[in-house]
């Protein structure tokens, strides 16, 4: 199984808080999340989207948090396709 290179993060939201991700297992899996206070503030941005509220800091706020999700559900593809590879080849 060919594996992509890692993608890089441009940047980080300057706000984000502590204990932004939370790792939670799925079938023995680790799977990579948004934590709750996060995915409240995406919501809350995503309304002033919109209703074009959005000022100039928080559309780009908005566009680290779609990058850092790209990048999870990267990580998290590459993690489930790992796995499922090892337990095809311990069959």
Same mark, same amino acid.
């Given at each position: 199984?060919?594996?992509?290179?890692?993608?890089?993060?441009?940047?980080?939201?300057?706000?984000?808080?502590?204990?932004?991700?939370?790792?939670?297992?799925?079938?023995?899996?680790?799977?990579?999340?948004?934590?709750?206070?996060?995915? %409240?503030?995406?919501? &809350?941005?995503?309304?002033?989207?919109? =209703? $074009?509220? @959005? #000022?100039?800091? %928080?559309?780009q706020e &908005?566009?680290?948090?779609?990058?850092? =999700? $790209?990048? @999870? #559900?990267?990580?998290?593809?590459?993690?489930r396709n790992?796995?499922?590879?090892?337990?095809?080849?311990? #069959?």
């Amino acid at each position: 199984m060919a594996i992509s290179l890692l993608p890089k993060l441009s940047r980080l939201p300057s706000n984000l808080p502590e204990g932004s991700v939370q790792i939670e297992l799925e079938e023995g899996i680790p799977v990579f999340r948004a934590a709750k206070a996060v995915q %409240e503030r995406i919501e &809350l941005l995503v309304a002033k989207q919109q =209703d $074009d509220r @959005l #000022s100039a800091p %928080e559309s780009q706020e &908005l566009d680290c948090y779609a990058e850092i =999700d $790209d990048y @999870l #559900s990267f990580v998290n593809r590459t993690v489930r396709n790992l796995a499922i590879d090892q337990t095809q080849q311990a #069959s």
